[in-house]
Nanobody, 114 residues
Framework: QVQLQESGPGLVKPSQTLSLTCTVS??????????FSWVRQPPGKGLEWMGI???????RYSPSLESRTSISRDTSKNQFTLQLSSVTPEDTAVYYC??????WGKGTLVTVSS
């Protein structure tokens, strides 16, 4: 049974860096041809894809967020992480990690506020 679980602070101050971790169980993040993404949903808005890391560790980001986004992984812990820098209140959203649009975490609300 594949499960993804997001973790990280629920409140981040403006201009700081938002950091979230996705812990994957039941599937190795190095399994060939599996991809792992971060997706977010601001209040009252649709889903926004942020970026992806592949089974080999290569990354790709949404052009609109690329300058502020970094996705990395820790294969020893079977985790991948999201870092979003210089956050503003507009980055307030429920953040999801997912794999191949098939497996999703439950999501975690991150509020950007002073």
């Amino acid at each position: 049974q594949v499960q993804l679980q997001e973790s990280g602070p629920g409140l981040v101050k403006p201009s700081q860096t938002l950091s979230l971790t996705c812990t994957v169980s039941g599937l190795s993040i190095t399994t060939d041809y599996y991809y792992f993404s971060w997706v977010r949903q601001p209040p009252g808005k649709g889903l926004e894809w942020m970026g992806i890391i592949s089974y080999s560790g290569s990354t790709r980001y949404s052009p609109s967020l690329e300058s502020r986004t970094s996705i990395s992984r820790d294969t020893s812990k079977n985790q991948f992480t999201l870092q979003l820098s210089s956050v503003t209140p507009e980055d307030t959203a429920v953040y999801y990690c997912e794999s191949d649009m098939e497996y999703w975490g439950k999501g975690t609300l991150v509020t950007v506020s002073s």
